[in-house]
């Protein structure tokens, strides 16, 4: 127990003493996942709106496999990506294998179809009555479709805040594309276990302790905006 509490202690003072090798990490691994999260969430709006208002071949299908990507491992999508982007796959010309491109695109592949199907139902529960009055009116398409946006405005926030916590503390898709590189590509959960591993527990307390503390900010803030649209219905 006394173990314990010192560590947590010193984790607090590498964290308030502005450690650099902690807020590095700390920097990138937010820096990867809101790229991530800010490139694919207009796409993800854009098709879980055609899915929710438009029907066509296949769109069934469609849906289904957004909702089974949802549970892939991280692990399986950076297996994959590694094996496209090693120098012997077929996109190795490109060098993107052990760079913060590399980690984009896994996490972009891990939080776009959960930011898709959340998006489809918050869409699907929508009163089409918004949409279908803007284009009455003459609005064009594009107008309509952000008017029927800022109505289901917290619905969707609270799926961006669901694909920005699937993809920040995500593991095994950083650490196969990443390599969990020292100054370039270690992030949070990759540094947490490999600091606990060689029995670092100050700096995985730390890291731990940043993520817990993102948690609980994001739900609140989703908690908040939620509470004022039913103030506003």
């Not at 800010?38 to 899915?51: E, G, K, N, R």
């Not at 959960?114 to 929508?126: S, Y």
């Not at 289901?152 to 095994?172: D, K, P, S, T």
């Amino acid at each position: 127990m006394n173990d314990l509490s010192q560590a947590s202690l010193n984790a607090f003072q590498l964290l308030i003493s502005g450690n650099t090798d902690i807020w590095e990490i700390i920097s990138l691994s937010f820096s990867v996942s809101f790229s991530a999260i800010l490139i694919a969430t207009p796409f993800a709006l854009i098709i879980a709106f055609c899915l929710a208002f438009f029907q066509f071949k296949l769109r069934r299908a469609c849906i289904a496999l957004f909702n089974t990507f949802m549970s892939v491992p991280a692990v399986i999508i950076g297996l994959t990506l590694y094996l496209l982007l090693s120098r012997s796959g077929p996109l190795g010309d490109l060098r993107l294998l052990f760079t913060h491109k590399a980690m984009i695109i896994g996490q972009i592949l891990l939080c776009f179809p959960l930011l898709v199907a959340m998006a489809h139902a918050t869409f699907q529960a929508a009163d089409r009555r918004a949409w279908e009055t803007a284009i009455t009116l003459g609005a064009k398409p594009w107008r309509a479709f952000f008017t029927l946006v800022y109505e289901v405005r917290f619905g969707l926030i609270a799926a961006i805040v669901a694909g920005f916590g699937r993809v920040i503390a995500e593991i095994g898709c950083s650490m196969m594309v990443g390599g969990n590189i020292l100054h370039s590509t270690r992030n949070i959960p990759t540094a947490i276990a490999l600091e606990t591993s060689k029995g670092e527990f100050a700096q995985g307390i730390a890291l731990g302790i940043v993520l817990l503390v993102l948690s609980l900010s994001l739900n609140a803030g989703v908690s908040v905006f939620q509470g004022k649209g039913e103030l506003q219905q």
